[in-house]
């Protein structure tokens, strides 16, 4: 019996995932106008697709559909990004502690594995490879959680705040402290502290909403 093959993705759906990779990297200005037209050119589309995939990410909050029918990027917005992160502490945070008495040894040595490059990242200055391995490190405990739907909301509310951390990454400083506010999370996970390691998860996300915040104040 022939195994059926893995079914491609639409090119609405191929449009949609590269268009909202690409507003998540920053490679489009807040505010930017997107045309249809250029959008297929750059993806290597029909406008079909394109335009399906503007309706999702509008619902998605990351474009808007102007009055005259334009659609353009949406601005960044201080009180957006703070009602996100509120939402993200909490998500996180519970994340956190159903995945302590589920994470296996071989979990706990991946998630160490990353602490160490974020720690060896952040001895470097090199900001690019502690954030990638601050993210592997988040990917993984929620991997473990054990709770498809917390997983999909969380993923989506680390894409949306994706977008205001592309536009202050030009920076190029990495706050430290955030190694430090891994390093206790993984502890209580060591210790299957599910309590502490929620309260430590909910205190990290808080600090890099507050980090966030002041550096976009700051941009203007």
């Known amino acids: 019996m022939l195994e059926s093959a893995t079914p491609k993705p639409s090119l609405s759906e191929g449009a949609y995932s590269e268009i909202r990779q690409a507003l998540v990297r920053g490679d489009f200005e807040p505010g930017q106008?997107?045309?249809?037209?250029?959008?297929?050119?750059?993806?290597?589309?029909?406008?079909?697709?394109?335009?399906?995939?503007?309706?999702?990410?509008?619902?998605?909050?990351f474009v808007e559909r102007l009055p005259s029918g334009r659609v353009r990027v949406r601005a960044l917005d201080i009180l957006e990004l703070e009602q996100l992160y509120v939402v993200r502490a909490s998500v996180e945070g519970l994340a956190a502690r159903l995945a302590a008495p589920r994470l296996r040894t071989i979990d706990l040595e991946q998630m160490e594995k990353a602490q160490e490059e974020m720690e060896r990242c952040v001895r470097k200055n090199d900001a690019v490879g502690a954030i990638a391995a601050g993210?592997?490190?988040?990917?993984?405990?929620?991997?473990?959680?054990?709770?498809?739907?917390?997983?999909?909301?969380?993923?989506?509310?680390?894409?949306?705040?994706?977008?205001?951390?592309?536009?202050?990454?030009?920076?190029?400083?990495?706050?430290?402290?955030?190694?430090?506010?891994?390093?206790?999370?993984?502890?209580?996970?060591?210790?299957?502290k599910a309590e502490q390691?929620?309260?430590?998860?909910?205190?990290?996300?808080?600090?890099?909403?507050?980090?966030?915040?002041?550096?976009?104040?700051?941009?203007g």
């Open 135 to 192: 993210q592997e490190f988040h990917d993984l405990l929620l991997r473990e959680c054990g709770n498809q739907p917390l997983i999909e909301v969380l993923s989506g509310l680390r894409a949306r705040i994706s977008r205001f951390r592309a536009v202050v990454a030009s920076l190029g400083d990495y706050d430290p402290e955030r190694a430090i506010e891994h390093r206790r999370i993984l502890k209580a996970l060591y210790q299957r």
């Open 197 to 219: 390691a929620e309260t430590e998860m909910i205190r990290h996300v808080n600090r890099s909403a507050a980090v966030l915040m002041g550096k976009l104040r700051k941009r």
């Open 33 to 61: 106008r997107l045309s249809e037209p250029e959008l297929a050119l750059r993806f290597s589309t029909s406008r079909s697709p394109i335009r399906e995939a503007l309706v999702r990410l509008s619902h998605e909050g």
